[in-house]
């Protein structure tokens, strides 16, 4: 059973930067895409980056692009998100969840999301 642990969140000024890390078992971590997505308050889930397999491939959705980055360490089982110049709109639970395919543009598994680390961008 695939199990993903977030972190890494936590209250940041806007144009401050943070970095999120999901931790991956029970799945063989290197031959998925894996998604970063997001649900701020009072809002569905938005899907905010994804990650080829081999990590040769990285698709950003348009509010965050340029100003995330995504990358994987495949031996240690690991994803990341590197949010910089963050905004107050940038402020949602975020979750890491496994691409149905290695591939990085044919979606995720909303139902393989770990619990969410919190990100609130606020002065």
């Known amino acids: 059973e695939a199990q993903l642990v977030e972190s890494g969140g936590g209250l940041v000024q806007p144009g401050g930067s943070l970095r999120l890390s999901c931790a991956a078992s029970?799945?063989?971590?290197?031959?998925?895409?894996m998604a970063w997505v997001r649900q701020a308050p009072g809002k569905g889930l938005e899907w905010v980056s994804q990650i080829s397999a081999g990590a040769r491939t990285t698709m950003y959705a348009d509010p965050v692009k340029g100003r995330f980055t995504i990358s994987r360490d495949n031996a240690k089982r690991t994803l990341y998100l590197q949010m910089d110049s963050l905004k107050p709109e940038d402020t949602a639970v975020y979750y890491c969840?496994?691409?149905?395919?290695?591939?990085?543009?044919?979606?995720?598994?909303?139902?393989?999301r770990g619990q969410g680390t919190r990100v609130t961008v606020s002065s």
């Open positions: 969840a496994r691409g149905r395919t290695a591939y990085a543009n044919n979606g995720y598994d909303p139902n393989s």
């Open positions: 029970g799945f063989v971590f290197s031959s998925y895409s």
